[in-house]
């Protein structure tokens, strides 16, 4: 089992910065990649950013430039540093986890993203 913790959401001007954090815990050896996701009101879930084991990392076109993944593995912790924040951007965000078995994928509980103009 993986759980998932995040933290850092909150309200923010638009252009302002928010730092997430994610903290894994449990059966880490398992865990093959990590990302976050977002959904916002009326809309899917899509993907954010994604870090692979090896620190390859993908952005979604419309945070690229403004948002960046990353990790320590020290901490077994998942990053995603929000900078040129914009009210689209406002969305529950959710850590997750791809582990090598099944269930093969685990989510944490969503922090809320707020940002105002």
């Known amino acids: 089992q993986v759980h998932l913790v995040e933290s850092g959401g909150g309200l923010v001007q638009a252009g302002g910065s928010l730092r997430l954090s994610c903290a894994a815990s449990?059966?880490?050896?398992?865990?093959?990649?990590m990302g976050w996701y977002r959904q916002a009101p009326g809309k899917l879930r899509e993907l954010v950013a994604h870090?692979?084991?090896?620190?390859?990392?993908n952005h979604a076109d419309s945070v690229k430039g403004r948002f960046t993944i990353s990790r320590d593995n020290a901490k077994n912790t998942v990053y995603l540093q929000m900078n040129s924040l914009k009210p689209e951007d406002t969305a529950v965000y959710y850590c997750?986890?791809?582990?090598?078995?099944?269930?093969?994928?685990?989510w944490g509980q969503g922090t809320q993203v707020t940002v105002s103009s």
């Open positions: 870090i692979t084991t090896d620190g390859s990392t």
């Open positions: 997750h986890a791809e582990v090598q078995r099944v269930p093969y994928d685990y």
């Open positions: 449990g059966s880490i050896f398992t865990i093959n990649a």
